[in-house]
């Protein structure tokens, strides 16, 4: 098995599920610039040029972050990565899921768009991000996890996706619950393992 990542992008939070559930894979670099890996092409591994993708032993190609982790969850049930089928619980998750995927990551990419200029940004981070964290920081207040005290994918894509603020400027620091948030995940040794092996330093 094979996770195709980018240091630092949306292919953390796999490579996070990837370890807890005890999956051996081998971590395959895309270099953005040039669209390769070692192997060569990576179009050749998925027309869309995008991280992450998963390899199965099989050959055939998963792609996109939020189905990656639901496969990893749904192939590994015993570790209780999603809750299970058909409970409303696991409904709530995914709903965690798919609001960590489209109102912080895709407004997350907003900020490193080098389409976009500085002023413009920073208005977009105070209106549009803002009160995403808001919202979340308010349920993390209660809740040591999204869905509570049980880890899930969701935590993992949430905080891949909570590592960039930083990176482009965006102070999130005043939101208190999601600080703990990050420090109790950082104390999770598939995070750690995580960090390690993309060369990202945290704290």
């Avoid at 590994?76 to 299970?84: F, I, K, V």
Wanted: aromatic share 12%; proline share 4%; glycine share 8%.
């Amino acid at each position: 098995m094979k996770l195709y990542f980018a240091p630092g992008s949306c292919g953390l939070a796999s490579q996070i599920a990837l370890r807890e559930v005890g999956q051996v894979f081998e971590l395959m670099k895309v270099d953005f610039a040039t669209k390769t890996t070692v192997e060569g092409d990576y179009f050749k591994i998925t027309p869309k040029g995008f991280v992450p993708a998963l390899k199965l032993e099989d050959g055939d190609v998963l792609t996109e972050g939020a189905a990656i982790l639901q496969w990893i969850a749904d192939s590994h049930p015993e570790q209780g990565l999603l809750p299970a089928f058909g409970s409303r619980e696991r409904y709530k998750a995914l709903g965690w899921l798919n609001y960590v995927a489209t109102d912080l990551h895709r407004g997350m990419a907003t900020m490193f768009s080098p389409f976009i200029d500085a002023a413009s940004k920073a208005r977009y981070a105070e209106s549009n991000l803002a009160p995403r964290f808001a919202y979340v920081d308010e349920h993390l207040a209660s809740h040591e996890y999204l869905m509570g005290s049980q880890f899930s994918v969701a935590d993992a894509y949430l905080y891949n996706v909570l590592c960039w603020p930083p990176r482009v400027g965006v102070d999130i620091t005043g939101f208190a619950a999601i600080q703990a948030f990050m420090a109790r995940m950082e104390q999770r040794e598939s995070v750690r393992a995580a960090l390690e092996a993309e060369g990202i330093q945290r704290h």
